[in-house]
């Protein structure tokens, strides 16, 4: 890494990330380096003057930063850029900020940064989930679903795009790797469906199941924060996967298979009111909407749940904005008395 | 089996299933016994005099059925009871229909009545249904939970309703066993669950998966057809449910599972304006709707789906009211292309 | 025009247009060919035997035909054929019906028929409308854009094909013809709208109205009869019209310019709930879709009003279903007070 | 009353109400004891340190309250605690608040608590309300109906929690007594309706008043402030209302009446969306439901309004939140012209 | 009376009333005169020929009537005429249907008819509640408001044409009267109102209630049928009805009264999708609103209760379309147990 | 202009519009007058003592001020009042900011004062419009229709009052002269209607399209700031404009067409939930109901996006909340294309 605009070697730093903050001690020095979120002047309230009120995150979280004095002397960043700074950790409230030396501050240069350090990505395990993924293809029978899966999956530049890509912005799996563990959950659960209606075509769910949301790969970007692309906006990923799929069909792939491979993508978002294109026609792309709405949801609530019962908090009820209604956020279930 | 009112016997006849009139020859006459669905005396249209107009099934469907003449001539029947009759085979627009002999119709006693031959019934086999639901009880490890698990379904009355019960009178799983399939898909259905949420109680997702809907068994009655009973149309299976579960605690069974026993029968239909007493406020509660809501909503369209594509008219696409949309019903997918 | 299955001339047969017949004398006899909507085998309600049910029609409307007698000795046919036959018209509570002569039906055959005789059509002038098509896109100055418009309608297979497509199967301007018409409506108004607010870009409003609903080409089909395309039901015409265009734009068609007509393709119809792929983002796509809203909505309004003051039952208030409501058809606005 | 943690006698300190507190000179010094609703430690914006921000309250109303000194010398309490203080009264906007002395801080010993001082209550009269709920239960004629209600509101235990219980947290008659308040309300409606429509059964629809929300009486608590109960959220008054009316009906109460209590309780909601577990389905279950909705919906209207033509704003058009329009907070009518 | 086009006298003839046809014996041949509210001409479904099919009333109801032969000897007449005729009785279904004699009908001149005779009429008292009006408005103590009302109500046209005006065509209180009846249960409710919220004006309540559907007396006819007038569809009820009070205002109203008086016309629908012109803004225009409410609601309930009971179905749940759901129409609650 | 309650002069002083203060230097002493549009006492937040925080604005916007110091010693002014007074500008954020000098604050005398100058006016040219009107109201051939609007817009008074009218509070056309150009607009709209659809009647279109939302003149007023009036809350604009076009119909003015000016003014917002009296029931209401809805929305739309692309953050998408939606705020088209 190096800095912008002044020479410096910060080689021998070690990144602290903002999760492990709140372990330290009260008025520890630091250093360190974080992307700049969001940078306000504000003037003190009854006092001339101003100061620079900054949020800093990098993948593990975010963090206040304060710079009180001197603002005049910081060299100049703006918002998306990553920053390194000296500070002090000052709790406030129990929680951790920083207050930040006016003149250490320094802009990264983007190119000499490993962004997926300041960018939240999935939990689980993204080899297991691509291997999960490509044990899938290979369960697929059909010659010519096999076929169109190989030639999407199989083109490198596409699975490390794939790989990467966050599935939302805001809601469920919106984290580097969303899209990979959102996918392969969906055809999970499609498979537990073949198995209580075995009259689905289980070669044309699946394959449904893994293409579905290939078009958020170009709805959503990740660097340097999560957010929606121009195309993205102007088109949806329903429609952009649409184009992206209509581009690697096989020579020699039936017609009637192509049009509900389109289908599947168009609708899966079940109506209209909720993105979908069109809405699902027939069993296989009503079985990968119920499938997708049923993962999309439940990861929303797990969610919301989780960071309610994080509450310092500890109130039993706690009101979810998002789902429009209280949920339980008290004592969970006494796990002792398992028959184990 | 006995007829009321007249002495008779029948031991030697044989039982023509409604779906087998369609493959006899016009013109056949049979001897059979069927249930009466509907019965209308109608004038006729431009002369006087009346015609006794009928809806018959048993298990495999229903036919119309007329008689012409002498119809004061006919014993006296109701809807709702089961008679016997001899009748000759014709068709119209290529749909059979019975031409009765008024003399020959008698009512059966009912108590000399297999009435399952009668109401429609699961096509899945309810000794293996049966099967997988007990080895879903065993897999669950806490301790109160399987002790209660084995208080409801161990008990044979119960278990003998419960094999029996309808899930609903006009939609998803209409008929004697569907209470028994639509419990056991929606615990396999929390199983795939588990496979990509590890972080949900199993124990407590699968009990709720096994109990949420044991109300429909006081809801509906099946004999002589499917309908609501009093209490079901005054409380709803949810609140039947909840009440039915108060009775099956063991002594010792702790509070807070108990409570969330309730809340999850109680709430399993998600939303009050789609019959939840309360919305599910944990995660194993909205798993539960979720996996209720996908395994009803799939069989719903897919028994739409079969019918519309059995219509002898053969569209492409089918309105189908109860979606409120066009499905598709033209040609299946070619399943040649398995790789096998 | 040739018979299908049976030698025979009717090369000096007359077409008589459907809605003529309600202008002849009760007990005509003629000789005429229609196009075959409805055919029912129907059963006499109070005495053997069966009578055929028809409903026939051409451009100007549709009629009720009979067949009593005789029916096992007419020659197959199905819906969608145009068949040839000898009828007595009878009228019956004021409308005509035809009386069919059995052994005098026969099919023709497809080839030699021009279907534009047996599907309705715009009332308004073709050519007239396809001039001031080409006036619009003559109208427009980018040159990227006029050098896409040209290469759409400039294309005469294309351009032949939209001047006969219907926009609607039941709705509005569903016709053939109905397409043109609606979109020389839409680009209409959306000058109307450059005079009101010229800060819009008129070029790009324009294009995206003559644009918006090409994908209704390949949505709709209006041989045999007007109705859904297999693609056109799992696609929708906003998905179609974005496929098409993509093949149309010249090389070095700026990008931006390409993401704007993609997007005002996709929108047109405002929200998800009612057909948008996305919800319109800038200011010409949001004013194409209010334009577009106006002619549909009006359109549909104006048929409905027309229609209930059509009705013989000369009633002040009719209830329109499609409307939700009453309308009035009274009497309409004395126009002699015009000072001219 | 004594202290948490510390010796002291408060004997001689006399109660001053949140609402006088107004009424008193800026810069008053007292000693009081109020329930904390709110407590937050804040930093200063723009120097080092924290100081104490608290939410205090009484029955009569909240007040904010802030200690900005030596909060490290400030003993340990909690929200929902008691405590007694030190303070001076200080006017901020026209509004009083109390600035603390930090160890003259204290928390009161729950136990030793009057807790409806410290809670909202009803300005009804409660001896009163209880006059009328028994002559309402008196006046009901039929047998079974009088033991029921004798049984459950002649309890001493139930009727003192019945008299305390609040009808809701945010909306109508959220205060202690407003249980009692809104039944008997009810049920005055429901005599009215009586008066219009005699056709009904008075003593089913009066009974249905008086007991259709007892579930609230576990579904909230009031102490140390009202909220919702574990099982209240999980289960909902109606349904806990069923449960315990099961455990209250006399021995040979008849099972056709005891299912139309059930469902008053169940149904008295309205609507699914509304809260009901099902709809009201006979005349008296419907027309209970209706006064239960004029009487909850009436209550809430006249307390914003009558919070709006509080508001020191003199506005002429306020507007509600919770109504989602503006209402009229401006002039009250003329009353002097009461031709009395 | 006397007939139209033809000379005769019909003084003796005793009018025989729609209720009583169905205790008269098959095949009793009379005479009688009645409404006639549809007639169609129908060919017999398979022999030449047409027969007429109507729908005759009076105010006890409808029936329906054939006339076989000889159509074209009957004299003309139209819808909405009263016809004198010759019939048979029949019975068909266990309804009674006239089976008309071709030569005996004769239209009844229009003047010489007593139309209440033929159209549906309240089963009150129409004084009682005439007297029970002016009572409610003697209770009014505001002179302002005293003075209105008497200038409304004491006008003898007005209250002439008041008391029999309907207050809908298919809805709650569709009949003669219906608007004297729902304007005085109306009053009643507010009058309870008073006794639970006393904060508000009872003057101005009881006015607005008196008041807020005078414009029906505009909006709807009765005459020969209950129907929409053509300033009733253009305009409404809360328009017309402001109209026609500020035609009676005394000079020297107070404004701020006026403003109010207006304002509860125009908002007693609540909301503007249930017909408000705007939604009710201070606490008296909402009460009137919730009595409205709750009566029109509640006699549609109880018209529909009433109607299921009355099939001869008999069967213990009834949908009811306009309610959208099923209710009970199982037997009635045992009113045995009253303690008298 | 002069002050209220100080003696004084500020002839000489010049009048800095708001809009300029952002380009003037930070620091520059100023000498003003603007309207205060919000005014608060505030006390500091960690130290005692209070500051005035208050909003001016004129008609080319609002700016923040604050006066420090002193409070005590400001002459007393109220919301609504025009103030003149000293200041010294402030940039916070790159906000202009006024701190004001306390004892140079004087309240104006409200007759003094232009108000025009402090209200939001439109930006179009109100001669030039008002030509339009009158351009378009002697384009109406039908002399009933002629007279009626010469009879309102010829009366100077109305005129006047007609043109300073704001169409709305917080939507489109928010300002003087708002109901003139959202009047013209529709009118002009309208025209473009006729040209599609000539069948409409155009006398009555336009003439709908100029009197549609007169109403708009009595339900707001503009002085001292943009609001709405007692009866406009009480009654609507809808209601309001058939009151006023009631008095103004020129004697033997048609009943039919005077019922369809009626029921246009009614109707016009389409539907009840959307403020309509009445859904439009005939073709030109229906067509009026369709150009209003273009014009408001599509004025909304507009006036959203131009505030979106004006904020200095420039992003690319911003949220529109009355939209509801994302919109796109990034880079305007290329206009350089042109093929002039």
Redesign the interface.
């Known amino acids: 890494m190096h800095l912008l605009g002044i020479s410096c070697t910060i080689g021998e730093q070690l990144k602290i990330y903002v999760k492990d903050l709140k372990n330290m001690k009260d008025g520890t020095n630091l250093h360190n380096f974080l992307l700049v979120l969001k940078k ?8 001339p003057g ?2 620079l009120s900054l949020v800093l995150s990098d993948k593990t979280g975010g963090i206040e930063a304060i710079c ?1 004095d001197d603002i005049d002397k910081v060299r100049p960043f703006d918002e998306e850029d990553i920053i390194s700074f000296k500070a002090k950790l000052s709790f ?3 929680e951790p900020r920083l207050v930040l030396e006016p003149q250490s501050i320094a802009q990264l240069s983007p190119e000499s940064v490993d962004w997926k350090e300041f960018v939240p990505s999935t939990d689980k395990d993204i080899d297991k989930m691509t291997t999960d993924l490509f044990k899938l293809i290979d369960s697929v ?4 679903l ?1 076929a169109l899966l190989k030639a999407v999956f199989g083109d490198k530049d596409f699975m490390e795009s794939f790989k990467n890509s966050p599935a939302a912005v805001t809601h469920h799996h919106n984290y580097i790797g969303g899209l990979l563990e959102h996918t392969v ?1 969906v055809a ?2 499609c ?3 073949m ?3 075995p ?3 289980r ?2 769910l699946i394959s449904g199941a893994l293409l579905h949301d290939i078009g958020k790969m170009r709805e959503y970007k990740w660097k340097p924060r999560i957010g ?1 692309t ?2 993205g ?4 990923h ?2 952009l996967g ?2 992206m799929i ?1 581009k690697k069909f096989p020579s020699e792939f ?1 017609e ?2 192509k ?2 491979i ?2 599947m993508i ?1 609708s899966h978002h079940g ?9 699902p ?3 296989e792309a ?2 990968l909407h ?2 997708e ?3 999309a ?3 929303e ?2 969610s919301i ?1 989780e960071k309610a019962r994080e509450s310092p908090d500890k109130r ?2 706690t009101y979810a904005i998002p789902l429009g ?4 956020s ?2 969970k ?3 002792s ?4």
């Not at 109506?271 to 809405?279: H, I, M, N, R, S």
């Open positions: 306000e002047i504000r003037s003190f309230a009854d006092k101003n100061y009180w406030w409230k129990g029978d059909n010659v010519h096999q959950s999970k659960i498979d537990a469906i198995a209580v209606y009259e689905l075509d070669d044309l929606v121009t195309e906006g102007f088109a949806g329903p429609a649409a184009f209509s039936p009637d298979l049009i509900r389109y289908h168009l109506e209209g009111e909720f993105g979908a294109v069109v809405p026609k027939f069993g009503y079985a119920l499938a709405y049923l993962d949801k439940l990861k609530f797990l749940e039993e009820w209604r209280f949920i339980y008290g004592e279930l006494d796990k008395d398992k028959n184990v």
